[in-house]
């Protein structure tokens, strides 16, 4: 008998298989497409961010910097410190390495090979933060050298932007007083006191760049800061007047052996305008890092202290003729030395000239210490009280600006003027000041004090800046200073002025013109030895005046200060004057000063 069929049997084994792989199959696509949600949908913002920003590069834009320009008579401005078109090679580290090892392996290859010894970095700085996106890895290098780095192929991640170094085409003319600015950015002179306004304000190009590494112009990406130039800065400074100044340190020092540096500065009395700051021996900036003795690069006008002696006898003068507590014919006794306390003060050299009863005025026309001492002591009614000291600092000090900075726009030391209030500010040392010892000043201070000392009082903050070249090639002038205080009376300086002058008549007036005005004061220092004593085997010889045409009450056209530093003896008198009246005879022929009539 035939069996029937079961129509209700469960599906094969084979059925079930496909069941199951249609199940995994539909589990993997899913977690697929999970998994493009999570990345294209949950972390898009987050990827895209990483993406763009390892094709996101920032490269500075160097601003240029601005050139420094001097006066050249009436004529236009010319250039002392210009720029040269070089170029800085730097490295995106980062971008580097995600091109692996061996493309490192060929920047250090190629670079070193072309950059050699103009690296500014080691290799191990290059790649020690490897999420840095530039750095410097030569400054300044020449047209050929960039020529070769640019021929490099495919060379990814290295860059040049063009940059510029200094040019002095006076070589060594007012090497100090322009200064340079270093490989670590550290300024001296005019490069560094006005570096802000010189260097101006780099700006930032960010873009995305392509497979080639060439920034693309286009995308939300692509922002640019452009840079700012610095400015053009125009000096007071007449390149003609430096320049022959220079040249009558030079030979000053040159000829005499005894001299082993000069300084000068010429000052326009009546605006605080320097003409000339001169220093010698001198350096070329271009080559600032040659030299043998690093200390050749300070401005000593600016920066060297020093006790000035004589020259700082007028303003103890002035002083005393402000306060109404002398008259220059007014008389006293020099014996040739003077007690104070319990020293004795002796004359220089121990002079027994012009003893007895003299006037004031024959005490400074000699440069006797006893007679500055005997001013101060007037000013105290009779005796050197704390009073009389007090004042002496005010006038100084508060006044005449001596131990402070003055404002110069390159850097400056400050000085020390000690205070009556301090136990070290006693009757000797301020009977020792009153003759230019026991203090410590620079030649600014003492000749910004001069200039108001001279031209009626006022007292105005020295500058070097004229102005700036506009984009036109224009001088644009600064704002003219004005005086900030007043030091003494328009009659006082006019009094001052004649003193001045009748000092000169026997300090080298004989080769002054006929019809000028012309009045100084010398100086000689006594230097310390090794021992902290004074010793008159080394001096330093300086003096300071003033001169120019017109009228006794007119202020003068100019002031000059000189100071020698010497390897042994020299005197205010017979090695400073000369200089001096090498300089003011120059001024008034170069500066068409006309006489008095």
């Known amino acids: 008998m035939a069996v029937a069929k079961d129509t209700n049997k469960k599906p094969t084994s084979m059925k079930v298989r496909y069941n199951l792989l249609f199940l995994m199959l ?53 250039a002392v ?61 020449d047209f050929e050298t960039a020529s070769k780095v640019k021929a490099v192929k495919k060379l990814h991640a290295v860059g040049m932007n063009v940059s510029s170094r200094r040019v002095y085409p006076s070589g060594t003319l007012a090497s100090q007083l322009l200064g340079f600015v270093n490989v670590n950015g550290d300024g001296y002179g005019i490069e560094g006191g006005l570096n802000t306004r010189l260097a101006g304000k780099d700006g930032v190009l960010k873009s995305v760049v392509d497979v080639n590494d060439i920034p693309l112009s286009i995308g939300d990406e692509y922002t640019e800061e452009p ?17 022959k100044i220079e040249s009558i340190l030079a030979e000053r020092v040159e000829k005499n052996a005894n001299v082993a540096t000069a300084s000068a500065v010429v000052m326009d009395p009546a605006t605080g305008k320097v003409m000339a700051m001169a220093n010698y021996p001198n350096f070329n900036p ?69 003893t007895g009863e003299i006037t004031f005025q024959t005490a400074i026309d000699n440069s006797l210490n006893t007679g500055s001492i005997e001013v101060l002591r007037r000013v105290g009614g009779g005796d050197i009280t704390k009073a009389a000291r007090k004042t002496m600092y005010d006038y100084f000090v508060d006044g005449f600006g001596l ?18 209030d301090e136990v070290q500010g006693n009757a000797v040392r301020y009977s020792n000041m009153t003759f230019g010892q026991g203090m410590s000043v620079t030649m600014m201070q003492v000749a910004t004090g001069f200039c108001s000392m001279v ?22 002038k600064s704002e003219s200073h004005t005086a900030i205080r007043q030091t003494i009376s328009a009659d006082t300086s006019a009094e001052v002025r004649k003193m001045l002058a009748e ?5 080298g007036g004989q080769r002054d013109p006929e019809g000028y005005n012309i009045g ?13 004593h004074y010793t008159s085997d080394k001096t330093n010889a300086s003096v300071l005046g003033y001169g120019g045409g017109g009228e006794e009450d007119d202020v003068p056209d100019y002031v000059i200060m000189v100071r020698l530093d010497g390897n042994s003896l020299l005197w205010g008198a017979t090695d400073a004057v000369p200089v001096f009246t090498d300089i003011s005879n120059y001024l008034i022929d170069y500066l068409r000063i006309a006489p008095s009539k």
Request: proline letters at 3%.
């Open 455 to 476: 031209n009626g009082g006022n007292y105005i903050e020295p500058t070097l800046v004229e102005g700036v070249l506009n984009d036109k090639g224009e001088l644009v």
């Open 286 to 354: 271009e080559e600032y890092s040659k030299v043998d003795d690093a200390s050749i690069h300070i401005n000593r006008v600016t920066t060297s202290l020093y006790e000035p002696a004589s020259v700082i006898k007028p303003f103890v003068y002035a002083m005393a003729l402000n306060e109404n507590k002398i008259k220059l014919s007014d008389t006293y006794y020099n014996s040739g030395s003077t007690k104070v306390a319990d020293r004795t003060i002796y004359n220089a050299q121990r002079s027994t000239r012009n």
């Open 503 to 507: 000092v000169r008549k026997n300090n």
């Open 81 to 141: 410190i210009m720029n040269e078109r070089v170029w800085d090679v730097y490295i995106d580290p980062k971008y580097a390495l995600s091109f692996g090892e061996s493309h490192v392996a060929k920047i250090e290859k190629n670079l070193t090979e072309i950059l050699g010894n103009k690296m500014t970095v080691s290799w191990d700085e290059v790649w020690k933060d490897k999420n840095r996106q530039y750095i410097e890895v030569a400054k300044g290098v």
């Open 403 to 420: 131990g402070r900075k003055t404002g110069i726009e390159v850097h400056e030391e400050q000085g020390i003027i000690i205070s009556p």
């Open 26 to 78: 539909g589990g993997v696509v899913f977690c697929i497409f999970a998994k493009l949600y999570y990345l294209q949908v949950i972390k898009y913002r987050e990827y895209t961010k990483e993406a763009v920003a390892s094709r996101v590069r920032e490269t500075p834009i160097k601003a240029e910097r601005g050139e420094v320009y001097m006066m050249n008579g009436s004529d236009e401005p010319e």
């Open 227 to 243: 840079a700012v130039d610095g400015d053009d800065i125009v000096l007071t400074v007449d390149i003609n007047i430096q320049r």
């Open 520 to 532: 100084i004061k010398t100086g000689t220092a006594e230097t310390i030895d090794e021992n902290g």
